[in-house]
């Protein structure tokens, strides 16, 4: 009958490895043998099972999940918040519409169909859907745009034809959940191109605040504020009404702001009034207006008007898109998408953060795409998250996305009762509001510093791209940050240089909240404290890089055997630098094992610094010869065919530079199967050579670690209960040593209580962490460096 071991052997036979064979046998406790995962597993994985279909059509209506348990408390709140969204949004959109190149009442069309449908396809209680200053504002530059190109268009028919295609395609990019793409845009670049499209939009906005006439804003942003601080002489009565409104928004939020402060007791009153203050500022100014022109006639008004806004859904129908529209803004259309997304999830993901929730990324992209698309059939443009509404929205106390039907009720009121008010709504005043809420986007001073605290790099990221935004356009603007971004993110990837790594003896010391060693006074006292459970080996760079005390004198653990651990990741871009400056240090620091080999002055390579003749130019080198090589993987996930390959050039180098010895590679915390399915293909995890027949196992050995099996039902249990029934204590017989007596296995029946594993481990059922067939892969970086010291010292 075949043994355990043999019939582990014929198990093993399809691997790839004969090395295999060399499986340790070990008493008390059970062998492991680690199987490789296979490509069929692979498909198996990412083949969605009819649950996971199941579950992926519930998820596409995340409101499937709470519309049951709605109840009086949440429709209140969300009362309170929809009306308050609703005050804030008319006048808004109305205003964003104005950035957009279109009539006023497009605005209203797109805030009403963005938070009506929204709701539907939420993960975010806060977020608001609808117009917001940057999107209009790129909006209104493709729709100038399309007017060079095609005349005969008409500006919304345009703006409708970019909803539907940026609506489509974020659409498509969350069906098939590529929410994550929105991490690629890093915090920055979003504050830069916030921060670059507020000032871009302000600088438009103040010759209509001003009154100023033929300022072509369509100028970059620095020529357009030259070309308005010329015009400033040619201002009109409007400015009086444009920089009054804007001063009296900033009065009523800062007096709110300072009663809040002082009479906590009435914040929310004061909140509520801050936040009805541009309506509250819409209204007076149109009352003001209309006092004014009203006895005038139409053609003699002393302030420059929105006019006539037609009632009702004038403009809805089937959309126009053909291939000489998309033309038009093709060009243009990565960055619309682009600020759609990136305004929209950051918000939802800060607000989820504030309010202790989680949003989905790829549902909500799920969410602007459907919005974007149904939405131009009312005549709405473009639409994404408000960040001013949404921070609006959650103050007042909103409980579930239904809010945005509330929301949408008070805009359609405003669509079919109020639409005659709104012909005297001052456009000075409309800027005054488009100012004021974009004042709020611009990354104030102490942002940046903290960014320069956490990572100066990426505040000059953050100057490039408001910079570019300023000088240039948004749309090169937002290019400019991504690619930078990137490109950072690449160099840091590409330059990446892992360290070597040094052996230190570390105690753990637990003080007094005083700073004293608890119960200790004397270091006599403190150096007895430290007990064997607290003292372990630690290993920190040779170089202290990073940030280790300098004092601690580090060693290499053997000599010839070197500790390396990557800094970021494995792969192709990284690898060469990472294995050339390994070897640059072990060309550096050892010599070869034997000099003679090296072969004739001609067979050579011809930077060899070999002395010409070996034998007759001796050379005095102290220097140990290469014995192993441990890689730490902790910082590596996955590692492709560039990598391996690189791997296996490096360790053919190393080995005719070490012949005749061998050189052993150790891998410490190699946690993902695929990487160690690639490096078992590169011939790594075990002995290579192969042993030859004439050697026995007593010339190398194999460490790994074990653990107790435990649980009540255990075989450890049961051996426990067996050792105390018996009154007997059995031994610690892994290696045939007796274990010694430590705390680290308290006995039965102490605190541990009465699952803690026994005091003496031997009793206990054991078994290998990792499999035995590839012993050289280890659980931690000290059981690979013992592995590498015992062996060396064969």
């Known amino acids: 009958m075949p043994t355990i071991k043999e019939r582990l052997q014929s198990a093993l036979k399809p691997q790839h490895y004969d090395a295999d064979d060399d499986i340790p046998s070990i008493s008390n406790a059970d062998l492991f043998i680690e199987r490789e995962p296979t490509v069929g597993e692979f498909f198996r994985e990412i083949t969605p099972s009819l649950h996971d279909v199941v579950r992926y059509i519930i998820n596409l209506f995340p409101f499937l999940q709470w519309i049951g348990k709605y109840n009086g408390t949440w429709l209140i709140g969300d009362l309170v918040a929809g009306i308050t969204v609703g005050a804030v949004v008319v006048p808004q959109s109305m205003a964003y519409a104005q950035l957009a190149q279109l009539p006023v009442e497009f605005g209203l069309y797109s805030s009403f169909m963005g938070v009506l449908i929204y709701w539907f396809f939420a993960t975010s209680k806060d977020i608001t859907i609808g117009p917001v200053a940057v999107m209009s504002q790129v909006t209104g530059n493709i729709v100038l745009h399309a007017k060079d190109v095609l005349p005969h268009v008409e500006g919304h028919v345009v703006a409708s034809?970019?909803?539907?295609?940026?609506?489509?395609?974020i659409l498509f990019m969350g069906l098939v959940r590529l929410g994550w793409v929105v991490e690629v845009i890093p915090l920055p670049a979003i504050c830069a191109f916030m921060t670059g499209s507020g000032v871009n939009i302000i600088a438009g906005q103040v010759s209509k605040l001003m009154g100023i006439p033929k300022i072509n804003t369509r100028n970059a942003p620095?020529?357009?504020?030259?070309?308005?601080?010329?015009?400033?002489?040619?201002?009109?009565?409007?400015?009086?009404?444009?920089?009054?409104?804007?001063?009296?928004?900033?009065?009523?939020?800062?007096?709110?702001?300072?009663?809040?402060?002082?009479?906590?007791?009435?914040?929310?009153?004061?909140?509520?009034?801050?936040?009805?203050?541009?309506?509250?500022?819409?209204?007076?100014?149109?009352?003001?207006?209309?006092?004014?022109?009203?006895?005038?006639?139409?053609?003699?008004?002393?302030?420059?008007?929105?006019?006539?806004?037609?009632?009702?859904?004038?403009?809805?129908?089937?959309?126009?898109?053909?291939?000489?529209?998309?033309?038009?803004?093709?060009?243009?259309?990565?960055?619309?998408?682009?600020v759609m997304l990136i305004e929209h999830i950051s918000i939802s993901k800060s607000f989820g953060r504030v309010n202790n929730y989680v949003i989905d990324p790829s549902q909500e992209l799920v969410a602007i795409g459907v919005t974007n698309l149904l939405g131009p059939f009312l005549g709405a443009y473009p639409a994404t998250g408000s960040f001013s509404r949404t921070?609006?929205?959650?103050?007042?106390?909103?409980?579930?996305?239904?809010?945005?039907?509330?929301?949408?009720?008070?805009?359609?009121?405003?669509?079919?009762?109020?639409?005659?008010?709104?012909?005297?709504?001052?456009?000075?005043?409309?800027?005054?509001?488009?100012?004021?809420?974009?004042?709020?986007?611009?990354?104030?001073?102490?942002?940046?510093?903290?960014?320069?605290?956490?990572?100066?790099?990426?505040?000059?990221?953050?100057?490039?791209?408001?910079?570019?935004?300023?000088?240039?356009?948004?749309?090169?603007?937002?290019?400019?940050?991504?690619?930078v971004s990137f490109a950072v993110v690449l160099w840091r990837l590409f330059l990446s240089r892992g360290r070597f790594l040094g052996v230190a003896r570390i105690r753990t010391v637990v003080t007094s909240p005083n700073g004293s060693?608890?119960?200790?006074?004397?270091?006599?006292?403190?150096?007895?404290?430290?007990?064997?459970?607290?003292?372990?080996?630690?290993?920190?760079?040779?170089?202290?890089?990073?940030?280790?005390?300098?004092?601690?004198?580090?060693?290499?653990?053997?000599?010839?055997?070197?500790?390396?651990?990557?800094a970021e990741g494995f792969n192709y871009p990284n690898a060469t630098r990472y294995l050339n400056h390994l070897t640059e240090t072990i060309f550096k620091e050892t010599r070869r094992t034997d000099i003679t080999l090296v072969g004739k002055v001609g067979d050579r390579a011809w930077n060899d610094p070999t002395p010409r003749n070996v034998e007759k130019e001796p050379v005095d080198d102290s220097r140990p010869i290469l014995k192993a090589i441990v890689l730490d993987f902790s910082t590596v996930n996955h590692i492709d065919v560039t990598a391996a390959q690189a791997l296996i050039d490096v360790r053919n180098q190393l080995d005719r530079y070490a012949a005749p010895g061998v050189v052993d590679w150790h891998f410490a915390h190699v946690e993902n199967r695929w990487t160690k399915r690639a490096l078992a293909a590169a011939g790594f995890g075990y002995r290579t050579p192969k042993p030859s027949a004439g050697e026995t196992a007593g010339h190398w050995r194999t460490i790994f670690s074990i653990a107790d099996l435990g649980g009540a039902d255990s075989a450890a249990k049961a051996a426990e209960l067996e050792e105390k029934a018996a009154g007997t204590r059995g031994s610690y017989d892994v290696e045939g040593k007796a274990a010694p007596d430590s705390e680290i296995w308290p006995a039965s029946g102490s605190e541990g209580g009465n699952d803690a594993p026994p005091k003496n481990p031997g009793s206990a059922r054991l078994v290998a962490v990792h499999g035995l067939n590839r012993p050289y892969f280890h659980f931690d970086l000290q059981e690979a460096v013992e592995a590498a010291v015992a062996n060396a010292e064969r």
């Open 222 to 338: 620095y020529q357009v504020i030259i070309d308005t601080l010329k015009g400033l002489p040619l201002s009109t009565i409007d400015a009086a009404l444009g920089l009054t409104s804007l001063a009296m928004l900033y009065i009523i939020r800062s007096f709110c702001t300072y009663m809040a402060k002082r009479q906590p007791h009435r914040a929310k009153m004061y909140f509520f009034i801050s936040t009805l203050r541009t309506a509250f500022v819409i209204l007076l100014y149109t009352a003001i207006s209309a006092a004014v022109n009203v006895p005038r006639h139409k053609k003699h008004l002393k302030f420059s008007l929105i006019k006539d806004v037609p009632r009702g859904f004038q403009h809805a129908a089937p959309p126009t898109v053909n291939s000489e529209i998309i033309k038009a803004f093709a060009s243009e259309l990565p960055a619309a998408i682009i």
């Open 517 to 566: 060693v608890t119960g200790l006074g004397k270091e006599e006292d403190l150096l007895a404290a430290d007990s064997e459970k607290t003292l372990r080996t630690g290993f920190l760079p040779l170089d202290h890089e990073d940030g280790s005390n300098p004092r601690i004198d580090l060693q290499r653990p053997y000599p010839g055997v070197y500790v390396y651990r990557f």
């Open 391 to 483: 921070a609006i929205k959650s103050k007042a106390g909103v409980r579930t996305p239904f809010a945005g039907v509330i929301t949408a009720i008070v805009v359609l009121l405003a669509v079919y009762a109020l639409t005659s008010v709104f012909y005297y709504i001052p456009n000075a005043a409309l800027a005054g509001v488009i100012i004021h809420a974009v004042g709020d986007v611009i990354t104030p001073p102490t942002v940046i510093l903290q960014f320069w605290r956490v990572s100066p790099l990426e505040v000059i990221i953050f100057l490039a791209g408001v910079l570019v935004t300023v000088f240039t356009t948004i749309e090169n603007g937002i290019y400019t940050t991504v690619c």
């Open 161 to 169: 034809a970019l909803a539907i295609i940026c609506g489509a395609i």
